[in-house]
């Protein structure tokens, strides 16, 4: 009986011993390794394990086998197998043993060939890591709850919470929140499935992290351990990772509280860059651009508006007449555009930026040029998901570089986009919707926005809920000038249709009255004239672009096909395209930070299949 | 800028500006005559 007892408790104590060992350790393969070689190695293993999370080492308890091979590429850095080994290019070795790699310099974020070859390691281990599916204890739970429930039900039955959980298959890479952040966006109206190219491509440390979740999730950890200014370049993205190892580099730089933006107004004696101050920040309106009888404009266009305070008042809400504070979160294809062709949306021949505009301006451009009423509806957000999504619009407005689709990708799938990444409200998680007024209607039903602010026309009009449009106004003067003129034309649009001779001829015959309604109408005739104008300019700067792209007009690729407009096929094109806009892209970029660049160019193969990176 | 647009539209876009000025002056001419205010 003592024995039994004698040998449970020496089970036990291996079992706890054993469980405390458990954690991750790296082993260099030495064979063949001079004792330098072999100690130098050892130094950036050593190196790389102190710059992981704790929790990265304690949960991927295995063991890692570490060695050096010629049989790759000469502009790769490593390679990690699925499970327990990784390779680096022993081209690398000569310079780690004798030390010149530490001042090798790159041309590249990391610096030199060192911190290169010690961000491939992190990076090589993360992959390993993510594939590990290493969830918390809640995440696995809730994955395995909406795993089962989707076998159950389908997708059309998964709750809000379970949509993008079920059936998971990597730690990070697949999980629905860093997708949002890192660029894949559900596709509108597809139940949680992810848009297939990320666009967040124009500032971007090493634009190889846009060729897969997979790769994003990877790059990115390299830039969380080792650049002390990761958290002012990507805030939401170290909070996620931060988040999700409960741990954070010790060393950080102090980020700036605000947010730089590039000024888009006319004004031009503002300078060119702005600054937002995310505590400054009241409300986010939703602001929708009402309907007129145009075919593009029939549906509205969204926007979102920042209610800011004037320097120095308490945020409250007197914010909502500081009305030369405010700004407008615009995605469009340029600074003052106007979107007048709906064929050319359709198949995506514009681009989508954010745009960071000041409200007197949009309402101006609405309410005098386009003749539309604006709508200003306060989002219910809390401070938090004000904040970050401040924030969020702050990197889109620098790294997004879209297509603007008008049925797939408009501006509400934009701003809708834009908004649920940004304050990752829970109840946007499953809310689809494409058309901007529709927009407004569900959020609305959801408790999102309260349109009651715009009953009362008056006081809404008073408040700056509501913008009324010039059109009125003009048919007001229009009204005065058929009183005293025998004019045909009956509305005022049929009036500012009119060659300016055609409407010149009457001049002479108008009283003081009638000439002062004259101007005003003339002052609406040349706002009409820029703004057709301007399109005209954007047209041909795009067909000029598009020539360039080798797109005039015909099928980029067999599949590309332009000539039916169905939504079906626009998605296609969508897709087709996307990977053509790309692949000249990054033919057109000389990328020096690209390690994966040269053949990512050569064989325009950009499937993860083929070379796992470097 | 005007360099870039249509002939047709720069030449619709200069009408509209002759208008304005034509309009702007016919304004003023009848107000000075209906002994309107002026200021200096």
Same mark, same amino acid.
């Given at each position: 009986m003592r024995r039994l007892v004698a040998w449970l408790l020496a089970g036990t104590v291996l079992l706890c011993a054993s469980a405390a060992q458990a954690s991750l350790q790296l082993r260099l393969k030495t064979d063949g390794l001079s004792p330098t070689e072999q100690q130098?190695?050892?130094?950036?293993?050593?190196?790389?394990?102190?710059?992981?999370?704790?929790?990265?080492?304690?949960?991927?308890?295995?063991?890692?086998?570490?060695?050096?091979?010629?049989?790759?590429?000469?502009?790769?850095?490593?390679?990690?197998?699925?499970?327990?080994?990784?390779?680096?290019?022993?081209?690398?070795?000569?310079?780690?043993?004798?030390?010149?790699?530490?001042?090798?310099?790159?041309?590249?974020?990391?610096?030199?060939?060192?911190?290169?070859?010690?961000?491939?390691?992190?990076?090589?281990?993360?992959h390993i890591y993510d594939r590990a599916r290493l969830w918390p204890k809640d995440e696995r739970a809730l994955i395995q709850r909406c795993s089962r429930q989707n076998n159950i039900t389908g997708l059309i039955g998964l709750p809000d919470q379970c949509r993008g959980q079920n059936d998971r298959r990597f730690t990070l890479s697949d999980d629905p929140r860093l997708l949002d952040l890192a660029?894949?966006?559900?596709?509108?109206?597809?139940?949680?499935?992810?848009?297939?190219?990320?666009?967040?491509?124009?500032?971007?440390?090493?634009?190889?992290?846009?060729?897969?979740?997979?790769?994003?999730?990877?790059?990115?950890?390299?830039?969380?351990l080792l650049d002390p200014s990761y958290a002012c370049r990507r805030p939401a993205l170290f909070r996620y990772y931060k988040d999700h190892f409960g741990w954070a580099p010790p060393e950080q730089d102090t980020c700036a509280k605000t947010y730089a933006f590039l000024n888009a107004g006319n004004d031009f004696a503002k300078t060119p860059l702005g600054h937002v101050d995310p505590e400054r920040v009241y409300e986010i309106d939703y602001l929708l651009a009402e309907a007129n009888q145009n075919l593009v404009s029939r549906w509205g266009h969204s926007m979102l508006r920042l209610v800011i305070c004037a320097p120095g008042r308490p945020r409250g809400p007197d914010?909502?007449?500081?009305?030369?504070?405010?700004?407008?979160?615009?995605?469009?294809?340029?600074?003052?555009?106007?979107?007048?062709?709906?064929?050319?949306?359709?198949?995506?021949?514009?681009?989508?930026?954010?745009?960071?505009?000041?409200?007197?301006?949009?309402?101006?451009?609405?309410?005098?040029?386009?003749?539309?009423?604006l709508a200003s509806v306060p989002l219910k957000l809390s401070r938090q998901e004000i904040n970050d999504t401040v924030e969020h619009a702050a990197e889109m407005h620098w790294s997004y570089d879209g297509n603007y689709y008008f049925l797939s990708n408009?501006?509400?799938?934009?701003?809708?986009?834009?908004?649920?990444?940004?304050?990752?409200?829970?109840?946007?998680?499953?809310?689809?919707?494409?058309?901007?007024?529709?927009?407004?209607?569900?959020?609305?039903?959801?408790?999102?926005?309260?349109?009651?602010?715009?009953?009362?026309?008056?006081?809404?009009?008073?408040?700056?809920?509501?913008?009324?449009?010039?059109?009125?106004?003009?048919?007001?003067?229009?009204?005065?000038?058929r009183k005293?003129?025998?004019?045909?034309?009956?509305?005022?649009?049929?009036?500012?249709?009119?060659?300016?001779?055609?409407?010149?001829?009457?001049?002479?015959?108008?009283?003081?009255?009638?000439?002062?309604?004259?101007?005003?109408?003339?002052?609406?005739?040349?706002?009409?004239q820029l703004m057709l104008a301007q399109d005209e300019v954007k047209q041909r700067y795009l067909g000029a672009r598009?020539?360039?792209?080798?797109?005039?007009?015909?099928?980029?690729?067999?599949?590309?096909?332009?000539?039916?407009?169905?939504?079906?096929?626009?998605?296609?094109?969508?897709?087709?395209?996307?990977?053509?806009?790309?692949?000249?892209?990054?033919h057109r970029k000389p990328s020096a930070w690209n390690r994966k660049a040269l053949s990512a160019r050569s064989s325009c193969n950009r499937s993860p299949a083929s070379w796992i990176k470097r | 800028m005007?360099?870039?647009? #249509?002939?047709? $539209?720069?030449?619709?876009?200069?009408?509209?500006?002759?208008?304005?000025?034509?309009?702007? #002056?016919?304004? $003023?001419?009848?107000?000075k005559a209906a002994g309107g205010l002026e200021l200096p």
């Open positions: 130098a190695s050892q130094a950036l293993l050593d190196e790389a394990m102190r710059s992981l999370p704790p929790r990265f080492v304690e949960q991927l308890d295995r063991r890692i086998d570490v060695g050096w091979t010629d049989k790759m590429p000469e502009n790769a850095y490593g390679q990690a197998s699925l499970v327990s080994e990784l390779d680096l290019n022993r081209n690398l070795l000569d310079s780690l043993t004798d030390g010149s790699a530490a001042t090798q310099k790159t041309n590249r974020p990391h610096g030199t060939v060192r911190r290169e070859m010690l961000a491939t390691v992190l990076h090589e281990l993360t660029g894949w966006p559900q596709y509108v109206g597809r139940r949680g499935e992810r848009e297939q190219h990320n666009r967040q491509v124009a500032r971007s440390p090493d634009i190889y992290e846009t060729t897969s979740p997979l790769e994003f999730v990877a790059v990115n950890m390299e830039y969380f914010c909502r007449l500081d009305l030369d504070q405010h700004l407008v979160l615009s995605y469009r294809a340029f600074v003052g555009d106007v979107q007048l062709s709906s064929w050319d949306g359709l198949v995506g021949k514009y681009p989508s930026r954010l745009f960071v505009l000041p409200l007197a301006q949009v309402i101006d451009e609405y309410t005098k040029t386009e003749l539309r009423g408009n501006c509400a799938v934009e701003s809708l986009k834009l908004l649920r990444s940004g304050s990752a409200n829970p109840q946007l998680t499953g809310l689809d919707n494409i058309t901007p007024n529709g927009l407004l209607e569900v959020l609305q039903a959801r408790g999102l926005a309260d349109t009651s602010v715009l009953n009362d026309k008056r006081e809404a009009m008073r408040l700056g809920y509501h913008f009324d449009s010039f059109r009125e106004r003009y048919q007001a003067m229009f009204d005065v000038l005293h003129l025998p004019i045909k034309q009956t509305q005022v649009e049929d009036w500012l249709s009119l060659s300016a001779e055609e409407r010149h001829q009457w001049f002479d015959q108008a009283d003081l009255r009638t000439s002062a309604a004259l101007l005003l109408l003339e002052q609406a005739s040349f706002r009409k598009e020539l360039k792209n080798g797109r005039h007009g015909e099928t980029p690729t067999p599949h590309c096909s332009r000539s039916s407009p169905t939504v079906a096929s626009s998605a296609v094109r969508q897709n087709c395209w996307a990977a053509v806009a790309m692949a000249c892209r990054n | 005007r360099a870039l647009l #249509e002939p047709s $539209r720069a030449a619709e876009i200069a009408a509209c500006e002759a208008n304005l000025k034509q309009v702007g #002056e016919h304004l $003023r001419k009848l107000h």
